[in-house]
T-cell receptor, first 116, second 114 residues
Framework: AQTVTQSQPEMSVQEAETVTLSCTYDTSESDYYLFWYKQPPSRQMILVIRQEAYKQQNATENRFSVNFQKAAKSFSLKISDSQLGDAAMYFCAYTGLFQGAQKLVFGQGTRLTINP | KAGVTQTPRYLIKTRGQQVTLSCSPISGHRSVSWYQQTPGQGLQFLFEYFSETQRNKGNFPGRFSGRQFSNSRSEMNVSTLELGDSALYLC?????????????FGPGTRLTVT
């Protein structure tokens, strides 16, 4: 079974600085997708960024970028120029490509605090 | 385009009762997945429906069931509620095709069992 591990329950960063959230996963599949979701206090899960395992290039979305290391099964999220609105729970998630269904496996989450 | 909607947003039930939650996906999305979120267990996959068929199921007891209608709207039902069923239930929708794995979540239904 696939597992996702986020080893940092909480992180904090000063506004405008850069922070990196860690995620590791375990799978025997060769093709899969990885995601970072953000869950603010409103509890609405918001997709931040996605990475296809077959792509060597790291995904970027504005201030958000990932460092995808397939061999190490590592998928970290870097947030540049942190803003107060970035404060939230961040979840790393995995889904296999050939499962035939949409089943996300989530990590336990990292609570990110932005200090003004 | 309207997002995923879930009703009701909050629900209080008593042990032993049953409950039905509803989810309307984004227009054009044919896949609807359900997740349970609790402080202790985190986010856990319940099941996924695509074109009215259950394609995958998580490790939950048979008290948890669901269905999907021809318009892609989905309902999940929990029978004989237990205190441990108190959770945030999240619904997510996607196109459901093999290369489109982005799921978009609704605001959730907060279920409290007393």
């Amino acid at each position: 079974a696939q597992t996702v591990t986020q080893s940092q329950p909480e992180m904090s960063v000063q506004e405008a600085e850069t922070v990196t959230l860690s995620c590791t996963y375990d799978t025997s599949e060769s093709d899969y997708y990885l995601f970072w979701y953000k869950q603010p206090p409103s509890r609405q899960m918001i997709l931040v960024i996605r990475q296809e395992a077959y792509k060597q290039q790291n995904a970027t979305e504005n201030r958000f970028s990932v460092n995808f290391q397939k061999a190490a099964k590592s998928f970290s999220l870097k947030i540049s120029d942190s803003q107060l609105g970035d404060a939230a729970m961040y979840f790393c998630a995995y889904t296999g490509l050939f499962q035939g269904a949409q089943k996300l496996v989530f990590g336990q989450g990292t609570r990110l605090t932005i200090n003004p | 385009k309207a997002g995923v909607t879930q009703t009701p947003r909050y629900l209080i039930k008593t042990r032993g009762q049953q409950v039905t939650l509803s989810c309307s996906p984004i227009s054009g999305h044919r896949s609807v997945s359900w997740y349970q979120q609790t402080p202790g267990q985190g986010l856990q996959f319940l099941f996924e429906y695509f074109s009215e068929t259950q394609r995958n199921k998580g490790n939950f007891p048979g008290r948890f069931s669901g269905r999907q209608f021809s318009n892609s709207r989905s309902e999940m039902n929990v029978s004989t509620l237990e205190l441990g069923d108190s959770a945030l239930y999240l619904c997510a929708s996607s196109f459901g095709f093999p290369t489109a794995y982005e799921q978009y979540f609704g605001p959730g239904t907060r279920l409290t069992v007393t």
